[in-house]
């Protein structure tokens, strides 16, 4: 047989075993569920023996390997405990045997005579070996149970069989199956103990059957090791044994100890508890001889006392030392322990007997206290002459009976003395204490014995304890076990064992001892110390909870264990002992009894003093650092005998860190001193944070780090070694590390998030990329990382995701590396510097991406770690931009060439690659499949769709095929429509039943109901989010996504979308609840706080449910260790816990239906613009914004939490009205349902539970206010429409306007508040609510809105608003001298200020109330004042780049409200006399500076802003103060006569660019980027007449800036015809006043750019005007408009109807100027020539040689009259021509206005043409 060969039949033979060992499992669980017949049960039995019990295989040569043995061993003892399970043995130890039933049921093996006594026979013919002995002797005690039946009770079936086990009288033997004759019985049984029953037990215990840890370390193929069963069945062998046998002759007394304590001691403690609390309970019940091992070892106590502790430790329910640490709280097990242990208390507390051993110098001599007597019975015993204390301070009377025990070489004896074995063992502990380590003798203290009593040493008893350190360990280990985790027997045992006797209790004891090691060891005797040190670590560890207030002092007076700063003690030498040697018992106790403190310390937190709590903080910060930095930063180093050690090491201090970081309070990074001693737990969170965050070290990170890093060649390592004890004692390293190196990373995450992001900040180190995330990246320093990727080099972040792929961990680990994942990418996004990339670091990104990928879509795999991928996928998709790509689209993103990734194995190269998209793209699609099987996945998927739809622009080509399928959207549409339902009501009363069936119910009900809301939630926001992604910017239109179809069915229908909207603005909260639990709190358990129990993770990682927010567990622990005993506060913290449970899931609740209230805001935010053309769309949005205002406006809940849900249902309100806003909708609203509107907001606005005011004065996070004032404007703009129309009926009128003066009491209120604080200090924030509240002020105060404005006036009054805003104003710095830390300029909020005047000024009634208060004053006095005094301020002053300068806005409002006040004020003589006429002359450079620009100067768009203002204030000046032709007040006259001046040379400039339009191009200057695109795009042609300069289509925004030009060539024309009066003098017919008013204007033909106007000027002025009126009257431009989009914002938008009106007016003026400068002139004589010098009223030397204006002196000149008369001529005719082409439908009036200009112009060139015949004559 070849080498290949022999592999291969071996393999086959190994895999035969398997089989084998498969159909044994399969005949031993049938044999569980199902009794089998007696032929099967021989069959079984023949078949032991043929095949020796699996022993006996076909090639059996080719199984000598290890593994091979392996299973032969596993088939062996399961063959044999199979074989004794088909004989039932424990219905024949608990059941009397009824042979009849048996019979008649025909069940069971019992059931044939025939097959018992075949089975019989097979049992007599099996062979001679130990291993047949369990199946022996089991037989045996079978046919024991049959003999030993009364013969009238054996069936006649029976009879043969019966009279074969009972053949005669036999004799009294050691067995005690019966008193009748039992010869065949007994010869089974006793050829049973002959081939050594017990080694073949302790074959069975020691198996792979009885141990899990043993079946992984073995590699056994066994499918459930260390299952009850098994141990069931050997236990029932045992229990046979001593049925069978009295245990007094049974002569291996060792191995049946040994057999017994592997059975009950040893293994996982949730197998043992029920074994043990069975025996204590069934056992010794049934059977008093099942205890007799028990007794047998107590009678020999204390003599012989090691195996009585054995017993008694295997009793307890323990299960070990080993498995302490896995104890559970389950509440079953926790209680069958404490009834084992408390049997074992008890049955240890009351000992009938003591044993002695008599030394020889009592026996005898003067000394002798004891003495023999004859006995009748017993032939002698021994007995005490004087009374005796015993050693463990029982008094033994005198004449007491000694029974001896044995007489070989020394006398035992037992005294029938009743006495505590606990009192013994505590007696030796002291005496080891006082002997073993100090050298002395002790002698017991407390009151004085009777002179005549003796009192005996343990030595006096046969007990030498001097150096017996395994006894004492033994001892120590008994109370260990006993006490761990049993509080009250722990408190029963402590007060048993404190006596009133001076000497030193259980505690005292322990702790001395543990003293007195620490200080006496020495490296000779190091070893034994460490093992007596851990026995008394322990045994403190489990009195800790009992007695906190003994321990906690005494370790903090104990520098030998955790050292004290300059003495570290000697605990380090220990561990020096410990590391020699390669085993730590020691420091693994020293973990534990750390762990130990920790856990009380939290769970104590809220019952002892500060000075207490202060005293454990002291304590735990030196174990920390002791452990840090003696055994942390070291312990990867050591040698280890066993590598398990290791790795518990590890484990127990990873968890200790990390129970730190999850039950201790957050920290602030700020946090003062005083803060964190306030905290006595908070020292230990920063000491944490501290070593490994923000002041971490290579050596305190490499552990870490390192175990994670080679935890993958460790893992499989162990794995070929068939290790597999120690590699799952890795994995759980692995796990513990993992949740700290998360939860760390939580913590920084949590605090970076809101610490300064800037690197010059003052707490920058705190927001720094840390250490361990840095090792996590890069690796540790000088460890080798190799992996199979492309760069053979693994980093620690590339193992962890790994982890996901790599099975052999398993799912929890998998999870745990998942969530670690998502923390680091949360931690460095928002720590800097930024740019860590984790796709950079994996070694082979695109198959850790494809693991991902394919465990989302397996059904299979475990439901929390695919909601952990699919969070992780989230986050890399918020903060990881290469990797997202990766998982969205396939590909890896590397550099232009690209780096393709690899097809999948087995993927046809046509098939399409599979990604986190597509998956979700899947689970979107089986939604109705997932929505009630796995909310949370179902929830978790459209989460990461959301998110990729908020980086949507990064993924665009990705996303392109998915946004094209209407089937996506389509499944998306059903999420969204599908109903959630009512919420789950009644949660504290469902809760508070106390059911854990019922708490879970509706736990899974809040969970499930909330993650159907949440997914409802991003289902919306991804719709929102592709809307968004498709709208039309400025410059070019979108199609229509596909996204809208869905958007646009969610309005169609009014009552589906109502229900929609009543979903959104649900609210579940109960600030009810909330109150109750913090009074709960407050009155019965003060020192708790609710944030030092939240939840440590991140926000996407909580889980809804009763653990969502708070960890409701740990509650429940403080407050029950907190309550004690005290049944009251018992109950008040089962309450508060409950409370606590209610707390979370009403948090589920509210936060998930928030989310969703915030979706349907922001789908309504930008839906907006696609829903504007829907038909009936404002009537659906109306009705449902009107019942949510009306669900807003009866909100009585108040609360922090409902002030964010108010914010949110306002940001919703105010979404649904920004539509029906955009909507183009022609259906009117109902008057009815907008003041039913206006009432709710009213409520709103007025509202105590939530006051806006609040919200202004930043009294409420988060602030609302905006959102309502944005409200109250689109309500105030509704109802003024409304309030004109005429189909609105009275009383709603009134009712409207009613409300709107509530609302406006607040907005006045609001402004009030504004200024107010403004007085202090001028925020951006506080410009912006100004803002938004003049802009409300001015909708309000609309007169449609108010019968009378005398009301709000009066609040304004009353509120002093108007002064105080002009002292603002006045304080303002309206300049810019201000800067804030980023450089930029002060906020606008004096430019606010000024635009609520122009608002009040627009109003005769309030203007008058401005004008009363000093408006005009307060801009004198203004900071702005200078600049304009000295004519600086230019559209560029003080300006950023591309920015408008405040300052020149400023101004420009500045004439705006002067305007308005002149317009509604100027009649009275005073206000123009004295307060426009000073404005003038203050700000005289300045007004000047606007009216003299020319044509060589670059022109802004602000510049003509601030041209027209300045015009428009001298024409309201002049239209106020000159009428019915009467001259003006002097100062008024002044001013007028300057600006008539300047106007002249003005309105030239004006001419020449509008006649030139493509030099007004070159001219134009753009300020912002916005005009530099919009203008320059126009600019790039030449324009060819005015036709293409008011061409709206291609020059919207210079078609706007002509219009503008030319309303302000109109407002100079009227002003002028109103200063010279030229409108007066036209209907005038006297030509004495003809002759006494001088033209203006110079009567010339031609036209000179650098001169004032003239008559020929005018003329093209008009022509000009005349055209734009031509093509805005022709029928295909009068509906011309240019778009807003494209026209500067700063102009208002090209309308082909504004644009006629003010052609047609700006034609009427100049052409009437024009017509009456010249018959003007025509009236004076030809000689005359106008000029002269004077000095104006604005402060300005001029030096006009033609200023005749208002009776100015003229100086004549020579001229040539003929030419001059021929000029006139000329200009006449030319008006008259212009004139005729005027088009009588451009406006009212303009035909009789046209015919009379007509006639004027004829009739001068009449009298022209006379004048010239007669001059030529």
Not at 123 to 149: C, F, H, M, N, T
Not at 1127 to 1142: D, K, M, N, P, V
Not at 1387 to 1400: D, K, N
Request: with cysteine.
């Amino acid at each position: 047989m070849t080498a290949t060969n022999v592999k291969t039949a071996a393999r086959w033979a190994k895999q035969n075993l398997k089989e084998q060992l498969c159909l044994l499992e399969v005949i031993f669980w049938s044999a569980i569920s199902k009794t089998v017949n007696g032929s099967f049960v021989l069959q079984f039995f023949q078949a032991a023996r043929h095949l020796g019990l699996g022993r006996h295989q076909h090639l059996e040569e080719l199984l000598m390997d290890e593994e091979g043995g392996q299973l032969q061993d596993d088939i062996e003892v399961l063959f044999g405990v199979t074989a004794i399970q088909l004989l039932e043995l424990d219905k024949l130890l608990d059941e009397d045997l009824d042979l009849e039933v048996a019979i008649k049921r025909q069940r069971g093996f019992l059931a044939s005579p025939k097959d018992v006594a075949d089975i019989h026979t097979a049992v007599s013919q099996l062979p001679d070996e130990q291993r047949y002995a369990p199946l022996i002797l089991s037989w045996g005690y079978v046919v024991s149970k049959i003999a030993g039946l009364p013969r009238d009770e054996v069936p006649q079936e029976y009879e043969d069989f019966y009279g074969v086990l009972n053949p005669a009288p036999a004799r009294k033997t050691r067995f005690t199956v019966a008193d009748a004759t039992l010869g065949v019985a007994e010869s089974v049984l006793n050829r049973a103990f002959e081939l050594g029953i017990f080694g073949a037990l302790r074959r069975y215990t020691t198996s792979p059957l009885l141990s899990t840890a043993l079946a992984a370390a073995v590699a056994s193929k066994l499918t459930e090791p260390n299952n009850a069963q098994f141990r069931y069945i050997i236990k029932g062998v045992v229990m046979a044994i001593l049925d069978s046998v009295q245990v007094e002759y049974i002569t291996d007394y060792e191995n049946l100890v040994e057999v017994w304590a592997s059975v009950f001691g040893s293994g996982e403690m949730p197998i043992v508890v029920h074994l043990c609390a069975s025996f204590w309970t069934r056992d010794i019940v049934n059977s008093a001889q099942r205890r007799s091992l028990l007794d047998l070892s107590l009678s020999r106590f204390p003599v012989e006392i090691l195996p009585l502790l054995r017993l008694l430790r295997a009793m307890s329910g323990t299960g070990g030392l080993a498995e302490l640490d896995s104890i559970a709280d389950d509440d079953i097990q926790a209680a069958l322990r404490a009834s084992s242990a408390q049997h074992v208390y008890e049955y240890f507390s009351a000992l009938p007997t003591y044993a002695q051993v008599l030394p020889p110098h009592l026996l005898t001599g003067q000394d002798a206290i004891f003495d023999t007597r004859p006995h009748a019975s017993l032939g002698y015993y021994y007995t005490n002459i004087r009374p005796v204390r015993l050693p463990g301070g029982s008094i033994l009377p005198p004449s007491s009976v000694g029974r001896v025990i044995s007489n070989q070489g020394t006398v035992v004896v037992s005294w029938s003395q009743q006495h505590s074995g606990w009192d013994m063992l505590l007696d030796i502990l002291r005496t080891y204490q006082a002997r073993a380590f100090g050298g002395r003798s002790r002698r017991p203290m407390g009151a004085l014995l009777p002179s005549e009593t003796v009192l005996l040493e343990l030595e006096d008893v046969g007990l030498q304890v001097d150096n017996d350190e395994d006894l004492v360990a033994e001892i120590l280990d008994l109370f260990r076990c006993l006490l761990y985790k049993n509080l009250d027997l722990t408190s029963q045992v402590v007060a048993d064992l404190q006596k009133d006797d001076g000497e030193p209790d259980l505690i005292q004891v322990t702790l001395l001892i543990l003293k007195d090691a620490l200080v006496a060891s020495t490296v000779d005797r190091g070893q034994n110390s460490t093992r007596i040190v851990a026995s008394a670590l322990g045994v403190l560890t489990a009195l800790l909870p009992v007695v906190p207030g003994q321990i906690w002092p005494f370790l903090r007076s104990l520098p030998q264990l955790f050292g004290d700063g300059g003495q570290m003690g000697s605990t380090p030498l220990l561990l020096n002992v410990e590391r020699s040697s390669g085993s730590y018992g020691m420091t693994l106790a020293f973990l534990d009894l750390v762990g130990a403190l920790f856990d009380e310390a939290f769970r104590m937190v809220l019952t002892h003093n500060r000075t207490l709590q202060q005293m454990k903080t002291d304590v735990l910060l030196r174990a920390l650092n002791f452990i840090h930095s003696e055994i942390w930063e070291e312990h990867i180093t050591w040698r280890y005998v066993r590598v398990a050690d290791r790795f518990e090491i590890g484990r127990k201090i990873g968890n200790i860190y990390a129970e730190i970081l999850k039950l201790s309070p957050p920290i602030p990074t700020a946090a003062t001193t005083d803060e964190i001693a306030g905290n006595p737990l908070a020292p230990l969170t920063r000491f944490v944070l501290d070593t490994f965050v923000y002041k971490a070290t290579s050596s305190t990170i490499n552990p870490l780090v390192s175990s994670i890093s080679t935890v993958r060649q460790l893992h499989d390592a162990l794995q070929k070694a068939l290790r597999f004890v120690d590699a799952s004692n890795l994995d759980q390293l692995l796990e513990a590390n993992l949740l700290l190196t998360q939860l760390l990373l939580v913590r920084k995450h949590q605090s970076s998030a809101s610490a300064p992001s800037t690197p010059n900040s003052a707490e920058s180190q705190t927001v720094k990329i840390s250490l361990l995330e840095q090792t996590l990246f890069n690796g540790v320093r000088g460890l080798s990382h190799t992996g199979k990727g492309r760069g053979q080099r693994s980093e620690p972040v590339d193992v962890v995701a790994g982890l996901v792929q790599n099975r052999s961990f398993g799912p929890s680990i998998a999870t745990i590396a998942t969530h670690c994942l998502s923390a680091l990418c949360a931690s460095v996004s928002v720590s800097y510097p930024a740019g860590l990339s984790l796709v950079a670091h994996l070694s082979d990104p695109e198959a850790i991406a494809a693991a991902y990928i394919r465990l989302l879509s397996d059904p299979y795999e475990e439901i929390e770690l695919r909601k952990a991928v699919w969070d992780f996928i989230s986050i890399v998709v918020d903060t990881q931009p290469a990797l997202a790509a990766l998982f969205i689209s396939g590909k890896l993103k590397a550099s232009e060439k690209g780096v393709e990734i690899k097809t999948e194995p087995g993927r046809d190269d046509g098939e399409p690659q599979q990604t986190a998209l597509s998956v979700a793209c899947d689970v979107v699609a089986s939604s109705a499949a997932l929505w009630d099987v796995t909310p949370s996945l179902h929830n978790a998927a459209l989460t990461m769709l959301d998110l990729v739809w908020q980086h949507a622009l990064e993924h665009l080509d990705s996303l392109t095929k998915t946004r094209e399928d209407p089937q996506f959207w389509k499944n998306l549409a059903w999420i969204v429509s599908k109903e959630l339902g009512e919420p789950p009501a009644n949660v504290v009363t469902a809760i508070e039943q106390a059911f854990e069936e019922e708490h879970t119910k509706q736990s899974d009900l809040v969970a499930a109901y909330s993650h159907h809301s949440a997914s409802k939630a991003h289902a919306l926001h991804v719709l929102a989010m592709d809307l968004k992604l498709a709208s039309p910017d400025r410059f070019k239109a979108a199609a229509t996504p596909k996204s809208f179809d869905v958007v646009q069915k969610l309005f169609k229908d009014s009552q589906t979308f109502a229900n929609h909207m009543g979903e959104a603005t649900s609210c579940s909260f109960a600030p009810s609840l909330h109150a109750d639990l913090q009074r709960l709190i407050s009155d019965n358990f003060p020192t708790l706080t609710l944030d030092s129990v939240r939840v440590t993770s991140l926000p996407s990682q909580r889980t809804y449910g009763d653990h969502y927010l708070y960890q409701s567990d740990v509650v429940h622990n403080r407050l029950m260790k907190c309550a004690g005993s005290d049944e009251s506060l018992g109950y008040y913290a089962t309450l508060i816990f409950l409370h606590t449970c209610a707390v979370n899931l009403d948090w589920s609740l509210t936060d998930s239906e928030i989310l969703l209230t915030r979706s349907w805001e922001t789908i309504l935010q930008e839906a907006a613009t696609w829903l504007r053309t829907q038909p009936n769309i404002e009537t659906t949005i109306m009705a449902s914004a009107t019942r949510m205002a009306k669900v807003i406006a009866e909100e009585k809940r108040g609360g922090e939490t409902m002030q964010n849900v108010h914010a949110d249902r306002l940001a919703m309100l105010e979404g649904l009205l920004n539509v029906a806003w955009v909507s183009t909708s022609t259906a009117t609203s109902d008057p009815a349902q907008i003041a039913e509107l206006v009432r709710n907001v009213r409520y709103i606005a007025t509202s105590e539970s939530f006051s806006p005011l609040d919200s202004l004065r930043r009294r409420t996070q988060p602030t609302f206010h905006r959102t309502l004032l944005r409200i109250v404007y689109f309500c105030a703009h509704r109802a003024a429409v409304i309030c004109k129309a005429t189909s609105t009926k009275l009383e709603q009128r009134l009712a409207i306007s009613a409300d709107v003066s509530e609302v406006l009491g607040f907005v006045v209120d609001a402004m009030r508040s504004v200024f107010d604080l403004a007085h202090h200090a001028s925020t951006p924030e506080l410009s912006d609510d100004l803002k938004l509240l003049v802009a409300v002020f001015e909708k309000c105060t609309k007169p449609e809105l108010h019968s009378t404005p005398s009301t709000w006036l009066a609040r304004c009054q009353e509120v002093d608003l108007l002064r105080s805003s002009l002292e603002v104003l006045v304080r303002s710095d309206l300049v810019g001298r201000a800067h804030g830390k980023d450089g930029t300029h002060s906020t606008p909020f004096g430019q606010h200020i000024l635009y609520f005047h122009v608002v009040l000024a627009r109003l005769p009634a309030s203007a008058e109330r401005l004008a009363q208060e000093g408006v005009i004053s307060a801009y004198q006095k203004a900071d702005l004042a200078p600049h304009l005094q000295a004519g600086s301020v230019t559209p560029g002053s003080n300006a950023a780049p591309g920015e408008y300068s405040s300052l020149h806005r400023a101004w420009c409002t500045m004439l705006g409200v002067s305007t308005s006040l002149t317009q509604v004020l100027g009649t009275e003589g005073h206000f123009l006399s004295s307060e426009i006429v000073a404005f003038v002359q203050l700000f005289g450079a300045q007004l000047t500076r606007a009216l003299g620009w020319t044509i060589e100067e670059p022109l802004t768009l602000s510049l003509v802003e601030e041209i027209h203002r300045v015009v428009r204030l001298f024409q309201a000046t002049a239209a106020c103060s000159i009428t019915d032709g009467r001259n003006p007040e002097p100062g008024v006259g002044e001013i007028l006569g300057a600006f008539a001046e300047r106007s002249l040379l003005l309105l030239q400039q004006l001419n020449y660019v509008l006649s030139h339009p493509n030099h007004l191009v070159t001219l134009l200057e753009p300020v912002t980027l916005e005009e530099r695109m919009l203008l320059e795009k126009e600019g790039a042609n030449s324009i060819d007449g005015p036709v293409q300069m008011i061409d709206s289509a291609s020059r919207p925004s210079f078609a706007s800036l002509v219009q503008r030009l030319l309303t302000i060539v109109r407002d100079i024309a009227s002003t002028l015809l109103i200063i010279s009066k030229s409108d007066w003098l036209f209907c005038v017919r006297d030509d004495d006043l003809w002759r006494a008013s001088p033209p203006q204007v110079a009567a010339e033909t031609t036209v000179s750019a650098s001169g004032p106007v003239s008559i020929a000027s005018l003329r093209e002025l008009a022509t000009f005007a005349l055209d734009v009126l031509r093509h805005c009257l022709k029928p295909e431009n009068k509906a011309a408009r240019a778009k807003p989009e494209l026209v500067p914002t700063i102009l208002q938008p090209f309308d082909a109807g504004v644009a006629k009106v003010v052609a047609a007016q700006a034609i009427e003026q100049i052409l009437l100027f024009a017509c009456v400068q010249l018959r003007s002139a025509t009236y004076q004589p030809v000689t005359a020539q106008p000029g002269g010098s004077f000095k104006d009223s604005m402060g300005m030397d001029l030096d006009l040689e033609r200023s005749t204006m208002f009776g100015r002196s003229a100086i004549p000149a020579p001229i040539d009259s003929t030419r001059m008369m021929r000029n006139w001529r000329e200009l006449a005719f030319d008006l008259n021509l212009v004139a005729k082409e005027v088009p009588s439908e451009s406006g009212p009036g303009t035909k009789e206005f046209k015919d009379q200009l007509l006639r004027s112009t004829s009739r001068m060139v009449q009298e022209l043409e006379k004048k010239l015949k007669e001059g030529l004559r």
